[in-house]
């Protein structure tokens, strides 16, 4: 047993023998702190070259002390004549109320530095800065009379009711146009002009069996309003002659007068579908509208 004592005491000696004490400087600003400013610390650490530092030696950042917490820590080296130079920044900051004037500590640090089995700790005393109170230490007359309270300024109600009337008719106005510009209007349909009323007629018939023949007689009928003749095929260059700005439409036109030609005449029911029907009132429709 004794000479497992002495064995565990040999192995030891070399990790003692290797830590060794240096010199640390610590420079801080003692006094003008209140609740929540930031105290920074700067300590400086000067060791031989190539020993590197421990973190695991460095306090903890979030709840260092009761009235202060390390937030934010920098490490920076330089070299020198008599080695490196560690230069580090520490930033605690006050987060507790106080109700008198009080010396208030950071935190005990000791710093270890590391070269192989070598260790250098430098170890420093907490460092104190005095700390005002949250409230004064004397309250006189009219410190301690509560204070009326301040009343609200008044807004003027009368822009904010202009923009909003002016928006509210510019709303009607949008409403009431488009509405009128797609046929929306229920009251127009006595007045409505042929395609526009084709339209709408071909819309309702979208869902009866024989919807597709229906709508091509009811747009048929609607070029025979507009021409204010009969339209058939064999009119259409006379048509387009004396209603040029049909002309955009012109193919679209003589396809809808073949199929429609077919349709009733040759027996066919699929030259052209209900969707191509409605969609020709439709663009005739926009046409009628400025």
């Known amino acids: 047993m004794r000479h497992l004592i002495l064995s565990l005491l040999f192995l030891s000696l070399p990790a003692v023998a ?5 010199n640390a400087q610590s420079f801080v600003r003692d006094i003008g702190y209140r609740v929540g400013d930031v105290v920074e610390q700067r300590v400086e650490v000067v060791t031989p070259e190539g020993f590197q530092l421990d973190e695991g030696s460095l306090p903890k950042r979030r709840g260092a ?18 080695g490196v130079k560690h230069i580090l920044l520490f930033d605690w900051q006050v987060f507790r109320a106080l109700r008198d004037v009080r010396l208030i500590p950071l935190r005990d640090l000791e710093l270890q530095f590391r070269k192989g089995d070598e260790i250098l700790v ?13 409230l004064p230490t004397m309250l006189t007359k009219e410190q301690a009379t509560p204070r009326a309270a ?5 807004q003027p109600l009368k822009p904010i009711l202009q923009q909003l009337g002016w928006s509210v008719i510019g709303l009607l106005v949008a409403v009431l146009y488009f509405a009128w510009r797609f046929d929306w209007l229920p009251f127009r349909e006595q007045h409505a002009k042929p395609f526009r009323h084709a339209a709408r007629e071909i819309r309702s ?8 023949q229906a709508s091509v007689r009811v747009l048929s009928r609607a070029f025979n309003d507009y021409a204010q003749m009969a339209v058939t095929q064999e009119e259409l260059k006379q048509f387009f002659v004396r209603h040029p700005e049909m002309q955009q439409f012109q193919a679209t036109i003589e396809q809808f007068f073949v199929a429609s030609h077919e349709m009733f005449f040759a027996g066919k029911a699929d030259t052209i579908t209900q969707a191509e029907v409605e969609k020709l009132a439709r663009q005739l429709s926009l046409m009628e509208t400025p």
Request: aromatic share 0%; glycine share 4%; proline share 4%.
């Open 18 to 22: 290797a830590e060794k004490s240096i």
């Open 205 to 212: 018939l979208r869902t009866q069996e024989n919807g597709v």
């Open 65 to 82: 002390g009761a009235h202060i917490e390390l937030r934010e820590l920098t490490h920076e080296t330089e070299s020198t004549a008599q």
């Open 122 to 134: 430098a170890r420093l005393h907490a460092a104190e800065v005095l700390m005002a109170p949250m």
């Open 150 to 154: 301040i009343e609200p300024h008044l």
